[in-house]
């Protein structure tokens, strides 16, 4: 019986492997192998060791896309995490209509990033676009010219990225929606006021939800693309590389120079950095992450 | 989620009042629910504007100016609907744009569910020798990011003959995707051991146990990986962007970015393409809303 269902688990389980092993092993050794060789495809790959990861460090816009990113990371994690947690407390209301308002709030959520980019590249002009129209009404005779100045590049993004925060509200959501209704009244009995039940309640309660936003937000930080290459127009306008997102810099160097040696290596060091925030954010979390023992979750 | 309805919100004026303040408790309530309702339309129009003013600008004739000195955020002047056949069929060709991504799409959401499914009984309801390892494999393969894999992967598919096709954007599909194995895994699970073995007493083989009784009650989670994958495939740029090269090959997303990021943008027709290429992945919300929301309850918080 045991045999037998052990031949079946891997027969379920062949789909899964044979990916493992095409898509999954093989690009890993070849990637690995790849960034310690020099090769565009033409002719055979070249062994240059330690070469590409020594040359990242003369690489000026290897380092401007670091500075890129983390300015974004820096700007976006901690932004998109208070003001999602914001807007799930409001969208958590109980209060006629709320569905309605839920409903919009996370539309933009579903829509694709180069939608989204497309529509606030018109919106973000800084001539002409209607935001800037709209602070110039406001007597505001300077405004920021977004995309196209050198500062206010990323925190565009990172206000695009805003204009989506439904998407990381409905986590939290879901979160709020799971805390036992039983701690508020205990904590109404205690006479614990609004804010003494968000701090000593909710808060606590969402620290799991903390974690996996903090954790998603930050790798995805670390993969901005879509927005930044229409934001950028495939980099090619106007702002130099203001844009230069560290994952625009590495389809630059693998897809448009055809340097794969060192796009695999600049993958890598993306790997190590992804895996490096993990454990870190794992290490620490024990001190403020707080799990309740549910017995339900256990049906 | 129809039991938690009860909880009371955070913010909220506490229930129990004494009696003489009770008229100030309902004018502090009155004052609440105003100011709760202006931010919630406050953030709504932060949301609709901004379409409103796509299709404003959707709507103008080639020759009146999208960007005007005071942003129009209504459709008053111009109803030029026929942008959106301009950019459907004959300027542009996003009609082919979206059967491209459909067929990518139908393809993708197929693969995920066979294998995935398959995949997560497997994890979920089978005792094997090596399912720790697996396991431990599986999420290994969840952490590291894809774009990791760009460069090789995009070699590989080369030597098989498979660049400037759709095979590199659906194969993979066919032997699971791991969040979604992930997810299934842990909904299966949640499903009742007695079944299994009611049904063995009654002569099922694994697979019809499989096909009979747990995949029928997976349906939740099934419905929330294909909306997932639909979307993700919708949405995706960076793989047509790497693996198309033709343009009557393109997905909505790539020929979208390719209006922009040329120097005469047509505004009002990219607009117009723009409304028109995100109606499916909106449909698709609206259609499966509450049950997309509470699959997502279920991701990062049942371990």
New interface residues.
């Given amino acids: 019986m045991a045999r037998k269902e052990q031949r079946a688990a891997y027969l379920f389980l062949s789909p899964w492997l044979i990916g493992l092993v095409a898509f999954w092993l093989i690009p890993i050794i070849g990637s690995l192998l790849l960034s310690f060789s020099e090769w565009n495809i033409i002719g055979d790959p070249e062994w240059v060791g330690l070469d590409n990861y020594r040359d990242m460090i003369d690489d000026r816009t290897f380092w401007v896309s670091i500075r890129v990113t983390l300015k974004y990371l820096l700007l976006s994690v901690p932004l998109y995490i208070g003001a999602g947690l914001l807007l799930s407390l409001v969208l958590n209301l109980k209060i006629r209509g709320i569905n309605v308002f839920r409903t919009i709030l996370f539309l933009p959520a579903v829509l694709s990033g180069v939608a989204v980019a497309v529509l606030w590249v018109a919106l973000l002009n800084p001539d002409v676009g209607a935001l800037n129209e709209l602070l110039r009404s406001l007597g505001i005779d300077d405004p920021p010219r977004w995309l196209d100045s050198p500062t206010w590049a990323v925190p565009s993004v990172v206000l695009v990225g805003m204009w989506g925060i439904g998407g990381g509200a409905i986590i939290y959501l879901a979160g709020l929606q799971n805390i036992s209704a039983q701690l508020y009244e205990a904590a109404l009995l205690d006479g614990a006021g609004p804010w003494q039940r968000f701090r000593y309640v909710t808060l606590p309660m969402i620290t799991p939800t903390l974690l996996f936003v903090l954790l998603t937000s930050l790798i995805e930080a670390f993969q901005v693309f879509d927005i930044a290459y229409v934001l950028s127009r495939g980099g090619t306008q106007g702002i130099g590389d203001s844009l230069q997102f560290y994952l625009i810099n590495l389809w630059n160097e693998a897809f448009v120079n055809g340097e794969y040696g060192y796009a695999s290596a600049l993958a890598w060091v993306l790997v190590l950095a992804a895996a490096a925030v993990i454990l870190v954010i794992f290490r620490t979390s024990g001190r403020w992450v707080y799990y309740e023992y549910d017995p339900e979750r256990e049906r | 989620?129809k039991t938690?309805?009860?909880?009371?919100?955070?913010?909220?004026?506490?229930?129990?009042i004494p009696q003489r303040s009770a008229a100030r408790y309902r004018v502090r309530r009155i004052a609440y629910?105003v100011v709760?309702?202006a931010?919630?339309l406050g953030?709504?129009a932060?949301?609709?504007l901004?379409?409103s003013?796509?299709l404003t600008?959707a709507l103008k004739p080639d020759l009146a100016p999208?960007?005007?000195?005071?942003?129009e955020?209504f459709p008053t002047e111009y109803w030029e609907w026929g942008n959106f056949r301009l950019v459907l069929t004959e300027v542009m060709p996003f009609l082919r744009y979206m059967i491209n991504t459909m067929i990518i799409v139908t393809a993708s959401i197929l693969g995920v569910l066979?294998?995935c499914s398959?995949?997560g009984?497997?994890?979920g309801r089978?005792?094997?020798?090596g399912?720790k390892v697996?396991f431990y494999?599986?999420i290994v393969?969840m952490?590291?990011?894809w774009?990791?894999?760009?460069?090789?992967?995009?070699?590989?598919f080369?030597e098989l003959g498979w660049y400037g096709t759709y095979l590199p954007l659906i194969v993979?599909s066919?032997?699971?995707v791991a969040f979604f194995?992930f997810l299934i895994r842990q909904y299966m699970r949640?499903i009742?051991r007695d079944l299994d073995d009611a049904a063995r007493v009654d002569g099922l083989?694994?697979?019809q146990i499989?096909w009979r009784i747990i995949l029928p009650l997976s349906t939740p989670v099934l419905t929330v990986c294909a909306v997932f994958t639909f979307?993700w495939r919708?949405?995706d740029?960076?793989g047509p962007?790497?693996y198309l090269d033709d343009g009557s090959k393109f997905t909505?997303?790539l020929g979208?970015?390719n209006?922009?990021?040329r120097?005469d943008t047509p505004?009002n027709l990219?607009?117009a393409a723009?409304l028109v290429?995100?109606i499916p992945?909106?449909l698709?919300?609206?259609f499966v809303?509450k049950k997309l929301?509470?699959g997502?309850?279920?991701?990062?918080?049942?371990?």
């Avoid at chain 2, 999208?66 to 942003?71: D, E, I, Q, R, S």
């Avoid at chain 2, 089978?126 to 020798?129: G, Q, V």
């Fill in positions: 989620m938690l309805e009860k909880t009371p919100t955070t913010g909220a004026p506490p229930r129990e629910k709760m309702y931010i919630l953030l709504t932060i949301i609709l901004p379409v003013w796509a600008a999208v960007f005007t000195p005071t942003p955020w066979i294998s398959l995949v009984f497997a994890f089978l005792r094997f020798r399912s697996l494999v599986l393969t952490l590291i990011p774009q990791a894999l760009i460069v090789p992967q995009f070699l590989l080369v993979p066919f032997t699971g194995i949640t009742p083989n694994t697979w499989f979307l919708w949405n740029l960076l962007l790497i909505v997303a979208l970015a209006l922009v990021t120097a505004w990219t607009m723009n290429t995100v992945t909106v698709v919300y609206f809303q929301i509470g997502i309850a279920s991701v990062g918080l049942k371990g």
